[in-house]
C-alpha cells in the first residue's frame, strides 16, 4: 500500500502546542494518555474502498481492541457496515448513541475544524487529526475546550513507538470508578 511510505516519514517527528510560539507539536504523554484512555473512536471519513488508509487504520484499531465507528454521510445513506459496524452520517448521530472518546479525522485540513468543533460539541475527550491533516486553529480550539489534541500522525506508527498496544482496560476501569 503507497500511504503506508508515506506515514513512515513522520516517525521520528515529534509535534505539541508551546504556550510560548503558539505552534502545534505532538506531545507523547499526551498521545500515551489517548491511546491508553480511550475505549470508543468515531472515525470521520471512513471508507470501505480498502486501498485506502482509512480503511486499514480502522480495521487494526479494532483489532487492537478499540471500537471504531465509522462516519461518512454517503455510506450511511446506503445504510452500509464496515468492518462489522454500522456507518454513521456525522458525529451528533454516533453520539446520541454512544459515548464518543476520540475523534479521528481522516479528511482534507480545509475541512478539519467543523470536526474538531463538532468533537467539542458533543464532549469527545480527544481529537486526532491523521498523516497531513493540519489545522493549527482548530487544534488551538479543542485544547481551549479541554480536549486532548494530536495533529498530522497516525496511532498505529504512534502506538508502537511509545509501547502501546491498545486501551488500558485496567486504568479505564480504575478512572470510571474515581
Not at 112 to 118: I, P
Not at 136 to 155: F, I, S, T
Request: glycine share 8%; aromatic share 6%.
Amino acid at each position: 500500500m503507497r500511504w503506508r511510505r508515506s506515514l513512515a516519514l513522520v516517525v521520528g517527528k515529534s509535534t505539541r502546542f508551546s504556550n510560548m510560539s503558539g505552534s502545534f507539536y505532538n506531545d507523547d504523554e499526551v498521545i500515551r494518555r489517548i491511546m491508553t484512555k480511550t475505549k470508543t473512536i468515531a472515525l470521520v471519513g471512513a471508507s470501505k474502498n480498502t486501498e485506502r488508509a482509512s480503511n486499514h487504520v480502522m480495521s487494526t484499531l479494532q483489532e487492537m481492541g478499540y471500537k471504531v465507528i465509522p462516519i461518512n454521510p454517503g455510506l450511511a445513506k446506503q445504510k452500509t457496515t464496515l468492518h462489522g459496524e454500522k456507518v454513521y452520517p456525522d458525529l451528533e448521530t454516533v453520539a446520541s448513541e454512544f459515548h464518543v472518546d476520540m475523534v479521528d479525522i481522516f479528511i482534507n485540513s480545509q475541512n478539519a475544524g467543523q470536526f474538531v468543533d463538532e468533537a467539542i460539541k458533543i464532549g469527545a475527550k480527544s481529537v486526532w487529526l491523521q498523516v497531513g491533516v493540519i489545522d493549527e486553529e482548530a487544534g488551538k480550539r479543542a485544547v481551549a475546550a479541554g480536549l486532548d489534541c494530536v495533529m498530522n500522525a497516525c496511532p498505529l506508527i504512534e502506538g508502537p513507538r511509545l509501547g502501546i498496544s491498545g486501551p488500558d482496560e485496567k486504568l479505564i476501569q480504575r478512572e470510571l470508578r474515581e
